[in-house]
Structures are given as structure tokens and as C-alpha cells.
């Protein structure tokens, strides 16, 4: 038996059961996460959901994801047991209208009581200590606060090179959303095709390189 390939084969399934069904998708509910990127994301998942095991194709992107949910795991244990906090609490609110009839559902890695109103704080582990908060992590605090009619809300980086956190100050409005829903931009952010892991299966990258 070779011990290390057991190890990382235990490792690698753990990963795969845990990115399939984090997010299970259904056609009317949308994940924060999903409103904060490229929709077409979204879309191709809910056919496949078996694809979401492409975000961790590479091993350096399985290592960056074991670090990821180490890091997160630990940093929960330490604010469990010394702050006022809920850890990765389902949050969830409705838009109904004559047009649209979804839920919109996150699960913030942190949420804070802080004189009676709750804080939402996104816990990232990037590879690299970014100096400008990305836009799609930005978007996730935003959603997480108009779940949680939250005050305020923050990001914060941690990296084996330090830690880095923004009070996240800008809110996004149920008319934004809705939009993001019925006239979705695709892609969301500059640059997210090129880096997306799902273009070969992508109607709309296909028709761009035509
Ligand atoms: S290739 Fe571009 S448009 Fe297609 S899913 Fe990816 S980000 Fe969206």
C-alpha cells in the first residue's frame, strides 16, 4: 500500500464531495455567489452540476482549496470561542414581483452580533495578499448584507504573507439583483472568461471566438 497516495486520494474525494454539493442549484433559488459572477456559470452548473469538480481540475488548485477550507475551519474555531458569532449561517430572503419569484441564499462565513445587528464577514485565503479587494468578493459581502440588512460588512484576506481587510461600505439594492437575474451580464467582471474554467463548454465563449 503506498501510504501518501492513499492519503491524497482520501483528500481529493474530500474535495470533490465538498465542491459538488456545497451549492446545491436549483432553477429559482440564487446563491450569492453565483449572482457575484458570470450568471453563464449558474447556468451550465445547473446541467452539470458534476462539472463544478473543474474548479479544482489542477493540483494546485486542489492545494489552494485544502488551504482555503483549513484556514476557514480554524479561524471559525478561534472566533466560535471568542466573539459573538454565528459561523456560515443559511441566510435567505425572496424577491416576488409580477416578473421574478426566486429566493436569494448565502451562507457568510462569519456573521457577528454587534449591538443587536448582525455583520456579515466573507474569510478569504488567497494565494496571494491582493492589494484591492477582487469585485466578485466585494459583490458576495454586498448580497450578504442586503440578505442580512446589515449595517456594514467586511472582507478580509488571510495569506501565509499577512492579512489584509476592507469595511465593505457600498450596498447593492433589490433592484440591482433583479437586474443581475433578468439581464445578466455575461461575463460580470473584465476578464472572466479568459480565466473561467467552464468556456469549453460555454455557448457564448464559443460564439466570441467565431
Ligand atoms: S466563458 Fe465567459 S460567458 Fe462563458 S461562462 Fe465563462 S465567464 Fe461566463
Redesign the pocket.
Known sequence: MNIPEEIIKAIEKHLESVVVKEKPREPNVFWAVDLS?????R??LIERPELEKLFIEKEKEKARMLTGLAVHKYLSEVLKARMDVEVEPRCERPIRDGILNVKVVGKPDIVLRVDGRLIPVELKAPTRLYSLPRPEHVSQVMIYKWLLDAPTGFLMYFSHRGWKWWEITGFITTDEIRKRILFPK???WPG??E?????R?????SA?RR
Open positions: 459572477r458570470c450568471i453563464q456559470i447556468n451550465i455575461m461575463p460580470l472572466e472568461c480565466r473561467c474554467k467552464l468556456k463548454y460555454c455557448p457564448k465563449w466570441r
